[in-house]
């Protein structure tokens, strides 16, 4: 069975850090990290393209980083400098065969 499993998120002060991380099952491979905060649709946050190009959008550059295990097959995103406006559901996304594959999500938290 084809899944992701998300991990990490939890409450932290705003400044803090968070690492996520997204263990996908044999034969398939996150690319992608989302977000989605209440009433917002989700929105891609940084993904690992071909050739391994890293893209982030503007709100997180330089403060949040994507990196792939290749030997765990695990898809992390490491958060520093976290802001309350990074509250929001985190969810990794892969791609077979056409299909989106996602995670149920965790929740990260920014408040002091």
């Known amino acids: 069975q084809m899944q992701l499993v998300e991990s990490g998120g939890g409450l932290v002060q705003p400044g803090g850090s968070l690492k996520l991380s997204c263990a996908a099952s044999?034969?398939?491979?996150?690319t992608g990290w989302y977000r989605q905060a209440p009433g917002s649709p989700r929105e891609l946050v940084a993904e690992?393209?071909?050739?391994?190009?890293?893209n982030y959008i503007d709100s997180v550059k330089g403060r949040f980083t994507i990196a792939r295990d290749i030997v765990r097959n695990t898809l992390v995103l490491t958060m520093n400098s976290l802001k309350p406006e990074d509250t929001a559901v985190y969810y990794c996304?892969?791609?077979?065969?056409?299909?989106?594959?996602w995670g149920q999500g965790t929740q990260v938290t920014v408040s002091s």
């Open positions: 996304n892969a791609n077979f065969g056409g299909t989106d594959i």
């Open positions: 044999r034969g398939i491979f996150a």
């Open positions: 690992i393209g071909n050739g391994g190009v890293r």
